[in-house]
């Protein structure tokens, strides 16, 4: 990336990063660039607006007036020159270019890599960049066209997240399930009532407060949580080793270890979640393919 005295995409986009994230080493690991590489488009991007952009400070950096002024902008720009890319591929007779997808970890467990393979293999031409993180992330970064295609979780338990203005596609209609060790009592069934969990002992997700931590099933009465894990692999080893039961996203159960066994619950109190696929209004080609994708993948973890 060399800096030229002119107002550059590449400059917004890193411009917009730091902006988010609010460092340049941030967003340099963000957008697989050296961090003298950022500098060196902030340089070229005050060069050609004739003013400061960013503060730095000892905690990260803040945005000057100029700064503030460009951010305004930038999402326009950079979602109008994305909306301009898809018509023009749309013009073609396959879809190729590049597609950036966001989703909840539940969702990348197996889900979305379950449809990048799909896509592969129906649209070699389509680059795909995926994007892990929480949903109230998600939504914002859809919404600043940072991300073309997001996957989250809605329904019961879940907060009622704004999604005016955006496309919502039912992907998946799978609710949550219990892991537990293959040496529990309920290990060899596939299925049991509710009342089978009242005394059991629960591991639950810790984390930001941006996005609901999964915990003990969520019509229990006082459950007892006996730790409090942030990650997947953590929460599986302990329910592997016996330590404790704990939730899991249907949409996921295929990437339980070796020692858990996935189990579904039967709740009248319980009225479930669903897995969607958001896109800005009137998506392009590509983006119809993700979600085809998407929904094709549902259909091979929905599969006996």
Do not use: K
Not at 18 to 34: H, K, N, T, V
Not at 206 to 230: K, M, N
Not at 256 to 269: C, K, M, Q
Request: proline fraction near 6%.
């Amino acid at each position: 990336m060399e800096p030229v005295d002119e107002v550059t995409l590449e400059g917004l986009r890193v411009c917009r990063e730091i902006a988010l994230l609010g460092s340049f080493s941030a967003a340099a690991r963000s957008l697989g660039y050296s961090q003298p590489a950022i500098s060196r488009q902030v340089a070229a991007m005050e060069s050609a607006v004739g003013q400061q952009l960013f503060i730095r400070e000892v905690r990260g950096v803040n945005l000057t007036a100029a700064g503030s002024v460009l951010l305004e902008h930038a999402p326009r720009i950079l979602g109008d020159v994305a909306d301009l890319q898809r018509n023009l591929e749309s013009l073609g007779d396959s879809v190729t270019g590049r597609v950036s997808v966001g989703a909840f970890p539940a969702a990348m467990a197996v889900l979305v890599p379950l449809a990048v393979a799909h896509l592969g293999g129906e649209h070699p031409g389509l680059r795909v960049a995926l994007t892990e993180a929480a949903t109230p992330a998600l939504l914002r970064d859809l919404r600043t066209a940072r991300l073309d295609v997001v996957v989250i979780g809605v329904g019961a338990g879940l907060p009622d997240y704004d999604l005016e203005g955006l496309r919502s596609h039912r992907v998946y209609a799978g609710d949550l399930c219990v892991a537990v060790s293959r040496h529990h009592r309920l290990a060899a069934s596939a299925e049991v009532d509710v009342r089978e969990l009242l005394d059991e002992s629960w591991i639950a997700g810790t984390g930001s407060t941006a996005e609901p931590q999964f915990g003990a099933w969520p019509t229990l009465p006082d459950p007892v949580i006996r730790y409090r894990l942030r990650g997947w692999p953590a929460r599986l080893g302990m329910v592997a080793a016996g330590l404790g039961i704990c939730l899991l996203p249907e949409l996921a159960a295929r990437s339980v270890p070796a020692g858990v066994a996935v189990i579904r619950v039967r709740d009248a109190g319980w009225s479930g979640r669903a897995t969607l696929a958001l896109t800005r209004e009137d998506p392009a080609p590509s983006l119809t393919a993700v979600v085809a994708a998407l929904r094709a993948a549902a259909g091979d973890i929905a599969a006996p």
